[in-house]
């Protein structure tokens, strides 16, 4: 399965934007980049993904390189409930399944 | 509309034991998966179940087994229960279709002592 890489842990203050970088250099040219989130004590929520061409939802921005060996999650505006572990998984478009990594945690500072 | 139903949210069970989770995907959803999470090895995929077949199967002991009905409900079971099996086990349920987002419930605590 291809990987990623992503920083064990990261900071952000209150309203301001977080930028989660994510590596993917073995993508392939059928893996799509999701990013899920996952608060404490809950399941992990979906929050966007993509293929080539970056995609914008009501939760978050996400920016994909141009080799696709990279992608970044953007929010806007950080909020307390924001903080969570955000993981950076590719996901065949054929595959039912999901293979977690281990995800950035994220704090948020008031 | 309601999302992925796990019951029961905590339970606590002793070595040697078995269990059994349930699991109410979306309404519509056809695809049931389950996955396993624990401090030291994380979200791991256990198995996937798509019109009561077993589509997909992770890498986990034969203790580890499920089911899917007609319904699309799924249960999974975990005998002779270990220490380890000590974790927060999710059901996932999407369309079923390739591609098609992956969503999840908020799990089910189990403790073995």
């Known amino acids: 399965d291809a990987k990623t890489t992503q920083p064990n842990s990261m900071e952000s203050n209150e309203e301001e934007p977080v930028h989660l970088p994510c590596n993917h250099s073995?993508?392939?040219?059928?893996?799509?980049i999701h990013w899920y989130r996952q608060l404490p004590s809950q399941g992990p929520e979906y929050v966007i993904h993509g293929l080539t061409s970056n995609v914008n939802n009501r939760m978050a921005s996400l920016a994909i390189a141009e080799d696709r060996k990279s992608s970044t999650l953007i929010l806007h505006r950080a909020t307390l409930r924001d903080a969570a572990v955000y993981y950076c998984i590719l996901r065949d478009v054929s595959d039912s399944k999901i293979i977690f990594g281990k995800g950035t945690r994220l704090h948020i500072l008031p | 509309k309601a999302g992925v139903t796990q019951t029961p949210r905590y339970l606590i069970k002793t070595r040697g034991q078995q269990v059994t989770l349930s699991c109410s995907p979306i309404?519509?959803?056809?695809?049931v998966s389950w996955y396993q999470q624990t401090p030291g090895q994380g979200l791991q995929f256990l198995f996937e179940y798509f019109s009561e077949t077993q589509r997909n199967k992770g890498n986990f002991p034969g203790r580890f087994s499920g089911r899917q009905f007609s319904n699309s409900r799924s249960e999974m079971n975990v005998s002779t229960l270990e220490l380890g099996d000590s974790a927060l086990y999710l059901c996932a349920s999407s369309l079923g279709e390739p591609g098609n987002t992956i969503y999840f419930g908020e799990g089910s605590w189990l403790t073995v002592v």
């Open positions: 073995t993508i392939s040219g059928t893996d799509y």
């Open positions: 309404s519509g959803h056809r695809s």
